[in-house]
């Protein structure tokens, strides 16, 4: 096969239109605090930022009304489901979602003191395309 620049293009690997993302960007901390505990949330679009001040990359998802930031431990789960041809046909069809876990975790400071802090993290579930408002069939 010749080579050819077409193969650098990168596909649109997600169906959801972004323009209805009217949100700016969260995070789970405020999604957790604004709708509570044991909310789904189900997953439209999956996406690695290059464009992080902290991180080379960084993992975002987008939900119905808009993007939010995942802990920099999960960006191994968003490579592996962006590798998966089945997990982006799951998010495409409306089967996958996440809820939010709040956990403590201890940090040590410089000067070896113990501090806690609140974290929180994506628990992937399946979800039902009905049990969300834009459903149609």
Same mark, same amino acid.
Request: glycine share 6%.
């Given at each position: 096969?010749?080579?050819?620049?077409?193969?650098?293009?990168?596909? %649109?690997?997600?169906?959801?239109?972004?323009?209805?993302?009217?949100? /700016?960007?969260?995070?789970?901390?405020?999604?957790?605090? %604004?709708?509570?505990?044991?909310?789904?949330?189900?997953?439209?679009?999956?996406?690695?930022?290059?464009?992080?001040?902290?991180?080379?990359?960084?993992?975002?998802?987008?939900?119905?009304?808009?993007?939010?930031?995942?802990?920099?431990?999960?960006?191994?789960?968003?490579?592996?489901?962006?590798?998966?041809?089945?997990?982006?046909?799951?998010?495409? /069809?409306?089967?996958?979602?996440?809820?939010? %876990?709040?956990?403590?975790?201890?940090?040590? /400071?410089?000067?070896?003191?113990?501090?806690?802090?609140?974290?929180?993290?994506?628990?992937?579930?399946?979800?039902?395309?009905?049990?969300?408002?834009?459903?149609?069939?």
């Amino acid at each position: 096969m010749a080579f050819s620049f077409s193969n650098f293009n990168k596909e %649109r690997l997600f169906n959801f239109d972004t323009n209805q993302i009217t949100g /700016n960007y969260t995070n789970l901390e405020a999604l957790y605090k %604004r709708d509570g505990e044991g909310v789904q949330y189900q997953l439209k679009g999956i996406y690695i930022s290059t464009k992080s001040e902290f991180d080379d990359e960084s993992p975002i998802c987008a939900i119905a009304d808009t993007y939010v930031n995942l802990p920099q431990h999960q960006l191994i789960d968003i490579k592996s489901m962006l590798a998966d041809k089945a997990a982006v046909a799951a998010i495409n /069809n409306g089967y996958a979602g996440f809820t939010i %876990r709040q956990y403590e975790k201890t940090l040590k /400071n410089k000067s070896g003191k113990a501090i806690p802090k609140t974290c929180y993290s994506a628990e992937w579930c399946d979800v039902s395309p009905s049990d969300f408002e834009d459903y149609s069939e």
